[in-house]
């Protein structure tokens, strides 16, 4: 079982992207839970979501404690919220930064991707709402779910409150943050 950590700020869209993340693994076949983790804090204030992807049937319950991947929508969280709770060696983390992976995470052993998510997301949303374009990223990264599922997802998902203009703008940071990981 693949285990993720999604940390990010109220209003940021972790629990959408948690949400987007499990829709394109069950997509692809796979069992999926995906649930957040807040209580009654405000918009900006940190929020957890986590995200499970098994091939067959998951009985736990519990939130993550040991992620196989840990995504960071803001950077100050690593310290604010201790985001790397948990992290082993293997932990694969996908922060939304411009900056190099050692200077974001000094001292971490395992895989840091820096992926500037905000930036991707201004460029072709015209908006700070970077859950789509961090899915992207994440897809390419963990190749857990196919780029295909990820924009029938955004669709599905989207599809009920927004217009397709908008749908196909996100569409598009997904598809330009998927092209910006090598």
Known sequence: MMEIRIHGRGGQG??????LIAMAAFYDGKQVQAFPFF???????????FVKINKEFIRSRQQVY???????????????????????????????????????CPGYGGVI??????????????KPIINTAM?????K????????????AISEHLGEKYDQEIID??????????????
């Open 14 to 19: 972790n629990v959408t992207l948690a949400e």
């Open 39 to 49: 209580g009654v804090e405000r918009k900006g204030a940190p929020v957890a979501a």
């Open 66 to 104: 040991d992620p196989d991947y840990i995504i960071i929508q803001d950077l100050s969280l690593v310290i604010v919220a201790n985001a790397l709770e948990g992290a082993k060696k293997s932990t694969v983390v996908i922060i939304n930064s411009n900056k190099l992976p050692g200077e974001v």
């Open 113 to 126: 991707y820096c992926v500037p998510v905000l930036e991707i997301a201004m460029q072709e949303i015209g």
């Open 135 to 139: 899915l992207g990223a994440f897809a």
């Open 141 to 152: 990264i963990s190749k857990l779910i196919k780029l295909d599922s990820a924009k029938k």
């Open 169 to 182: 703008k996100n569409v598009k940071a997904l598809v330009a943050a998927f092209d910006y990981v090598k």
